[in-house]
């Protein structure tokens, strides 16, 4: 992942630091920040779902990313969990005009996670980067509701959001799973009831683990057939 600690100025990496500190100190309500040691241009926030949103009870992770020409240029944001709104897009890319055409140096990192939590609370469609979702503020809310909250119980509940210790290292794009490729994590889910040699038909350790496995099966393909639907 590319820093932009070496091409912005000494002074105004002094100016950043303060104000990250000064973040993870006293965060604004409901936002958490996970300042980097090793890259004070990355700034890695959760913000909690606002109440009576179809994101409440949620948890967002999403990144700042200072650029070289900080602060002249304000910095890009992005969403690291998933979720359908109408100025998020596919690969969590934010659009609202403090981090556009409203941007200015003085505003500073507070006001910028301050004006994308209310984004979650007043969507804008005229500016859309989810069209579907826009369309849907517009036309049926009820239907953009229910779609945004099943996207935030299945993406930003369960501690999917980050706030239980430190965010996952961000990137564009889906995150995989820890152990998702570990054959050691493999070998002990398939060696958790292994079949016993010289027994006539399975035994009742075996019957209870296919049981428990095709519940499991089902409540993923129930899943899927949710997500095809999105």
């Known amino acids: 992942m590319n820093s932009n600690v070496e091409n912005l100025p000494p002074q ?19 936002i958490k920040i996970y300042p980097s040691e090793e890259d004070i241009t990355e700034l890695l926030t959760a913000i909690e779902g ?23 240029v304000p910095p890009k944001g992005y969403f690291l969990t998933k979720i359908f709104h109408p100025n998020v897009g596919h690969k969590g890319e934010i659009c609202v005009n403090v981090l556009k055409k409203d941007w200015r140096a003085e505003l500073g990192l507070r006001h910028v996670l301050l004006t994308i939590k209310c984004l979650l609370i007043h969507p ?32 930003a509940m369960g501690g999917n959001g980050g706030t239980s210790g430190n965010p996952q290292d961000p990137a564009d794009g889906p995150q995989p799973k820890k152990h998702a490729g570990d054959p050691n994590k493999r ?20 019957i209870n683990t296919s049981s428990s496995n095709n519940t499991v099966t089902k409540k993923k393909t129930d899943k899927k057939r949710a997500l095809r639907r999105l």
């Open 12 to 30: 105004v990496l002094r100016l950043v630091y303060k104000e990250v500190s000064a973040l993870a100190a006293d965060p604004p309500e409901g």
């Open 50 to 72: 606002p109440e009576g949103t179809p994101f409440a009870g949620g948890v967002f992770r999403m990144r700042l990313v200072l650029g070289k020409d900080f602060p002249a």
């Open 124 to 155: 804008n469609p005229e500016s859309a980067l989810n069209e579907e979702a826009g369309r849907l503020l517009l036309e049926d809310y009820a239907e953009y509701a229910s779609r945004a909250r099943l996207l935030t119980e299945i993406h």
């Open 187 to 206: 070998a002990v889910g398939a060696g958790a009831a292994p079949a016993i040699p010289g027994v006539n038909g399975a035994n009742s350790s075996s």
